[in-house]
């Protein structure tokens, strides 16, 4: 899993009737885009995550 920030990082619910988790990369701590990354979640909270199997990163889309 690689990263920048500006990106945003989708944490699938665990469970039946759960929400995705949607928050932006506000900062990549590993090397080379590689987690851990600090996040802030649409609700305002804000973590540090080594994301697992449940959770994807998407790039933003140029519009050029």
Do not use: W
């Not at 690689?2 to 619910?13: F, K, N």
């Not at 928050?23 to 979640?41: A, D, H, K, M, S």
């Amino acid at each position: 899993m690689r990263a920048t920030e500006g990106d945003q990082l989708v944490q699938h619910g665990r469970i039946v009737g759960q929400h995705d988790k949607v928050g932006e990369i506000t900062q990549v701590l590993g090397e080379n885009g590689t987690p851990p990354y600090r996040v802030r979640f649409t609700d305002g909270h804000e973590a540090v995550m080594s994301p697992g199997p449940d959770c994807v990163v998407k790039h933003p889309v140029d519009d050029h």
